[in-house]
């Protein structure tokens, strides 16, 4: 099945920067979502935004959403330390209401 | 607060055997997933239930089952498990179905090796 795509692969910042990640897909969709992942643990929902929604904020977390260019990006504004993780996203299609994931992104923060 | 539960964080098992992997949510959510996740390949869906006894597959069934017995229980098995399914899997749960906009809520994970 077709996959989102993360960019970048790897993202390594200073404590205090903000983190900008983005997702592109290939299908029209229903919404698209962001996960966490911490080293070897399960995924935790961060923040859902639907396909006629352009732009959403959840504390430190902002997402936008262009259905245009399909493409999404998530920016995490004065990173700490306790950011240091994996970011997915995942986006579920319209026609079948599939959930298809990127293969993430990994963000380091630096003290 | 929800919880999803799996029953083990590692498990090591040998070529052929027969594996089960367990999954408990406590929030009485209808829909249960069963994923497996390797690096660089993102999350694959390898079989979800949307009610008790019922069950649908994924986008990689194959060399797996599932059973529901009960809502908040769903079980993966490996009939004979193999080196290539050496892996991460994630248990999740959504309170609707995906298209109502619901997320889901994952385990903390089952890391299998089969050697």
């Known amino acids: 099945s077709q996959q989102g795509e993360e960019d970048p692969q790897a993202l390594s910042i200073q404590e205090g920067e903000n983190a900008t990640m983005n997702c592109s897909y290939k299908t029209s969709i229903n919404n698209l979502q962001w996960y966490r992942q911490n080293s070897g643990r399960g995924l935790v929902h961060l923040i859902l935004i639907r396909s006629n929604e352009r732009e959403k904020h959840s504390g430190r977390l902002r997402v936008t959403l262009d259905t245009s260019k399909k493409s999404s990006s998530l920016l995490i504004t004065a990173s700490r330390a306790a950011d240091t993780a994996s970011y997915f996203c995942?986006?579920?299609?319209?026609?079948?209401?599939?959930?298809?994931w990127g293969a993430g992104t990994k963000l380091i923060i630096k003290p | 607060d929800v919880k999803v539960t799996q029953s083990s964080r590692y498990l090591v098992k040998r070529t052929g055997e027969k594996v089960f992997l367990e999954c408990v949510q406590d929030m009485d959510h209808e829909n249960m997933f069963w994923y497996r996740q390797d690096p660089g390949l993102g999350l694959r869906l390898i079989y979800f239930?949307?009610?008790?006894?019922?069950?649908e597959k994924g986008d990689i069934p194959e060399g797996y089952s599932v059973s529901r017995e009960k809502k908040e229980r769903f079980s993966l098995i490996l009939e004979s498990a193999s080196t290539n399914q050496t892996s991460m899997y994630l248990c999740a749960s959504s309170a609707r179905q995906l298209s109502y906009n619901s997320p889901l809520h994952f385990g903390n994970g089952t890391r299998l090796t089969v050697t």
């Open positions: 995942a986006t579920l299609t319209d026609s079948n209401y599939q959930l298809i």
């Open positions: 239930s949307y009610d008790v006894k019922m069950k």
